[in-house]
């Protein structure tokens, strides 16, 4: 592995070296991570970041919320250093979900199940009311500001790139209304903690569960968001019928009932977190130069074909969808 002083200086903390450590390559994050044997506590992961994100300082006390007061399976802090930035975690391997893609249905099941079933857990008002007595800081909650960043987010730098001529100025304030109304929606929704980037790379699957990781973004909001994030992750690609067990595995243990608001409510969040991810892929790839995650737009587009094309509420948003999927992925010999 290069050296480099601010690994360097990671492993110095830990009185480790180079020729002990592998650096693990993790997603669009600014941290970075490594795995390393320390003498006190054999293999750990040890995360270094900086300053650039708030979040990254409320990693370890929310793992303790989770793991201590909740028991919702994520990796023990084995020592955190906030003057330093840096934190020593349990590991736990390196298989994720994301790992299982392309297993049979029945372990998917399993795993995606399991995911789901601890999901549940996180959502119900019992969890929200440990954390209001916990003390334990989390970033703002989902509102209106944070649903219109997110679509923002979307406009600024996936449409700068898939529609570079932009929306005429009638169609951009029609779908602006649309959304704004589907924020009023998700805001409507009860209060619940959420994970916020619940996607199979973030949950590994050591000894038959699923662990969930990248936590530090917690925050309360509306609870299909995870479940959206999860069940139209654009990394894996699900049937209709493995959707439906699965949701109905999260309904089962959430105490709901699948019923057209339900499925309503859940295609809302679906888009709305879908216009998020793509934003984040465009946002990735033309400034911070991870070209690689250009793979990723075109299933999250079909997916958002998918979610707003069920959703009665959202034609407009589904109108865009499709016609960016039509024009930057389905060949002309295609729609003879």
């Not at 969040?269 to 991870?290: D, N």
């Amino acid at each position: 592995m290069p050296t480099d002083a601010p690994a360097d200086a990671l492993l110095a903390r830990y009185g480790t070296d180079h020729a002990s450590v592998s650096e693990i390559a993790k997603g669009g994050s600014g941290r970075r991570f490594f795995r390393a044997t320390l003498p006190d506590h054999g293999s750990v992961v040890l995360c270094l970041y900086d300053e650039t994100r708030a979040e990254n300082a409320l990693y370890a006390d929310i793992a303790g919320f989770l793991k201590n007061t909740l028991g919702f399976p994520v990796p023990r802090v084995v020592e955190n250093r906030p003057q330093e930035r840096s934190l020593a975690l349990e590991d736990l391997g390196e298989h994720d979900l994301w790992s299982l893609r392309h297993e049979d249905e029945s372990l998917r099941r399993r795993a995606w199940g399991d995911a789901l079933v601890s999901l549940a857990g996180l959502h119900s008002p019992a969890s929200l009311a440990a954390w209001e007595k916990s003390g334990v800081r989390l970033m703002d909650g989902f509102g209106p500001e944070l649903y219109k960043w997110e679509r923002d987010y979307f406009r600024d730098n996936a449409l700068k790139h898939l529609m570079p001529r932009g929306l005429d100025a009638a169609r951009a304030e029609a779908l602006e209304a649309e959304l704004a109304e589907l924020s009023r929606r998700l805001c409507s929704h009860p209060r619940a903690l959420v994970h916020r980037d619940c996607q199979s790379q973030n949950i590994l699957w050591r000894d038959g569960r699923a662990h969930f990781i990248d936590f530090q973004g917690m925050r309360v909001g509306c609870a299909f968001y995870d479940v959206a994030s999860l069940l139209f992750d654009p990394y894996v690609e699900f049937t209709p019928g493995e959707r439906a067990r699965l949701l109905g595995d999260y309904a089962e243990a959430a105490g709901l009932t699948r019923t057209p608001a339900f499925i309503d409510a859940l295609h809302d969040a679906a888009a709305q977190r879908l216009m998020q991810a793509l934003g984040a892929y465009h946002f990735l790839a033309h400034t911070k130069g991870k070209t690689e995650f250009l793979a990723h737009v075109r299933p999250a587009l079909g997916n958002l074909v998918l979610a707003t094309k069920t959703n009665r509420r959202l034609p407009l948003l589904a109108e865009l969808a499709v016609e960016l999927y039509v024009t930057h992925f389905v060949k002309a010999e295609d729609l003879v």
